[in-house]
């Protein structure tokens, strides 16, 4: 399965991005696509998940009601949207994919591969 991250960019505060994650290769055993983030100098952390088939959605609570995840399966693609960025929101996004059915979303380990990530940056 390869991940290809896109749609970072630099924004203001208050501000919206939304970020794609288009998957390709044997995805047929993905269950799981999330979004986790790095900030410089922190460990990588659980933003949301969805799952292909019902499209339950997680959220981490620092982002609960202001970003939104979706999916596409025609496509085969994952969006986040992020609205009311704030500058804590800034970190190099990553999605992955899980082929595990009862993965815990939060958890790095439980995902087989990873994109390469983008970079978020929101200014104050």
């Known amino acids: 399965v390869q991940l290809q991250a896109s749609g970072g960019g630099l924004v203001q505060a208050g501000g919206s991005l939304r970020l794609s994650c288009a998957a390709s290769g044997r995805t047929l055993g993905s269950y799981f696509i999330g979004w986790f983030r790095q900030a410089p100098g922190k460990e990588r952390e659980f933003v949301a998940a969805?799952?292909?088939?019902?499209?339950?959605?997680f959220y981490a609570d620092s982002v609960k009601d202001r970003f939104t995840i979706s999916r596409d399966n025609a496509k085969k693609t994952v969006y986040l949207q992020m609205n009311s960025l704030r500058p804590e929101d800034t970190a190099v996004y990553y999605c992955?994919?899980?082929?595990?059915?009862?993965?815990?979303?939060?958890?790095?380990?439980?995902?087989?591969?990873w994109g390469q990530g983008t970079l978020v940056t929101v200014s104050s």
């Open positions: 992955a994919s899980s082929h595990y059915v009862h993965a815990v979303v939060a958890v790095t380990s439980e995902y087989n591969y």
């Open positions: 969805i799952t292909w088939n019902e499209g339950t959605t």
